[in-house]
């Protein structure tokens, strides 16, 4: 609704859109603005004006159609008819709607740099804030910026500077004078961030950029604990929050303490993977809030039953990162909770998707956490239905981490029925030739494990891999990476090559 206003006050609605040519020659039209409806008439019956709406839509100011569908390049004016302030409130619809239209942000950054001079602080903080939020992060815009932001930096208020050096951040930018500046002023400014939101993102900002300043990092601490007694923060902010100050290994056991009393109050309501970054925080603290620990890890447990593929595999990941920090103390109710997990999972393996269930088994494998042999045999069909949508990478990557799972039941005297078929099927996806050597690698360690876990009918897969390995690393042995020479040695001769083998003796440097 800011948009469309602010267009109408630009005289960018309908017709007058379609009239101004777009600044640069070279660019594509995106097309006419917003059709225009007359606004609805005194005497309009009730009829008239459902014929009306199904026929173009609702109307808004000045008789603007107000799209119903979902925002598009269609919609929006073409970027080069812009002015300072059209271009940030466009960067921030466009965002909170998801557009995903390479061309209209390009043609947005490329007017953007063309009246940067123009922008003031809060269309600066909005355009940057949009691109952040679509993951967008343009270079040439940033550098673009950098010195406009530079010479207003003192007009920029709390939010907006906030904004600006998280999208800097996000971006990976490390103009070291320009960020420098930036985190200056936040110094000399700090009592001015006072929201949940602003410290959130300037905490994490600091966290992103590794600017462990002790003098800011002090400053902001105690500044942060006050606030907490003064202003709402819910679970998901404090969990940024701890993660970064943990992090930065600031330690003040009153800050860590208000956090985690905080944060019970709005526990129940943050996603698994937040309740695992609030964790993991304290974790890798000296404050080990056991309530805390106790009710994160409830809650997760019940959540993780009624999460769609994509958040079970990114809280089962979430929950691994902290296994080996947390399984000494809480190692029950956590087994409690990758249980779930996997059940979870397998109920609803078949809207899995290669890429999920790659995740879900480098997950398991990687932290050791126990897979049950039925539920991986479900795995392994779910890896057969899917054959024609895996890629050569999740294909490696799924191999190896089921071979792992595999073993370990295997070791158990829990035989995975069904293994010989997803080997099959992740094997034909893979065409060796076009592999790294780090991935041959990992082919050759998921061909190790194999061998104890096929039977010996099944072997061809591996002796065919290995023997396709050995031709192709004839070829790629003066660009291996000396940390790779060993393991692989060590590879190969597990899976039957001679140790005295003219590969072996070349790959280990001893062909002279």
Request: net charge neutral; proline share 5%.
């Amino acid at each position: 609704v800011h948009l469309i206003a602010a267009m109408s006050r630009k005289g960018f609605i309908g017709s007058a859109l379609r009239a101004v040519p777009p600044r640069s020659t070279n660019t594509p039209n995106l097309g006419p603005g917003p059709r225009v409806l007359p606004p609805a008439s005194p005497t309009e019956t009730g009829a008239e004006r459902a014929s009306r709406l199904q026929a173009g839509g609702r109307t808004g100011v000045l008789g603007a159609r107000i799209p119903t569908a979902p925002l598009s390049v269609d919609t929006m004016p073409h970027p080069g008819t812009m002015d300072a302030e059209m271009v940030g409130l466009a960067a921030n619809t466009a965002a909170r709607e998801q557009l995903d239209s390479d061309t209209f942000w390009k043609l947005l950054s490329e007017r953007a740099r063309e009246i940067a001079h123009t922008l003031e602080p809060k269309d600066v903080a909005l355009l940057l804030n949009g691109y952040a939020r679509v993951r967008r992060h343009d270079r040439e815009l940033l550098a673009a910026l950098a010195p406009v932001i530079s010479k207003r930096l003192l007009y920029f208020n709390s939010s907006y500077l906030a904004m600006t050096l998280s999208a800097y951040a996000k971006a990976g930018y490390r103009e070291e004078k320009f960020i420098g500046d930036l985190l200056k002023e936040v110094q000399y400014r700090i009592q001015e961030f006072n929201t949940s939101v602003e410290l959130t993102m300037l905490i994490n900002s600091i966290l992103k950029l590794k600017h462990f300043e002790q003098g800011l990092l002090k400053r902001l601490g105690e500044h942060t604990r006050n606030r907490l007694v003064l202003e709402p923060f819910h679970a998901r902010e404090l969990a940024v929050i701890a993660d970064g100050f943990t992090t930065a290994t600031y330690t003040d056991d009153s800050l860590f303490e208000r956090i985690a009393n905080r944060a019970l109050v709005t526990l129940k309501e943050a996603t698994p993977t937040e309740i695992a970054r609030l964790l993991s925080a304290f974790a890798g603290s000296q404050n080990h809030h056991h309530e805390l620990f106790h009710l994160g890890i409830l809650y997760a447990t019940d959540r993780v039953l009624f999460m769609p593929p994509h958040q079970v595999t990114a809280s089962a990941f979430a929950f691994g990162t902290i296994w080996a920090k947390l399984r000494q103390t809480h190692e029950q109710p956590l087994i409690v909770l990758f249980d779930k997990i996997r059940i979870s999972a397998v109920a609803s393996m078949v809207l899995f998707q290669p890429k999920e269930v790659a995740s879900l088994l480098h997950t398991y494998a990687r932290w050791k956490i126990p897979f049950a042999a039925a539920d991986l045999t479900a795995v392994a069909r779910r890896i057969n239905q899917s054959k024609d949508n895996w890629d050569v990478d999740m294909a490696v990557n799924g191999l190896l981490s089921f071979a792992d799972l595999a073993k370990a039941n295997v070791d158990k005297g829990d035989p995975v029925d069904c293994a010989e078929s997803a080997v099959e099927t992740l094997s034909g996806r893979i065409d060796i030739t076009e592999l790294t050597v780090e991935q041959i690698h990992r082919l050759l360690e998921a061909y190790r494990r194999l061998s104890k876990v096929l039977p010996p009918q099944a072997h061809h897969y591996i002796t065919d891999g290995v023997q396709q390995a050995r031709q192709v690393l004839v070829f790629k042995i003066g660009g291996m990476d000396d940390s790779l020479r060993n393991p692989m040695v060590e590879n190969l001769v597990a899976l039957g090559v001679d140790r005295e083998d003219d590969l072996i003796l070349a790959i280990a440097g001893e062909d002279d």
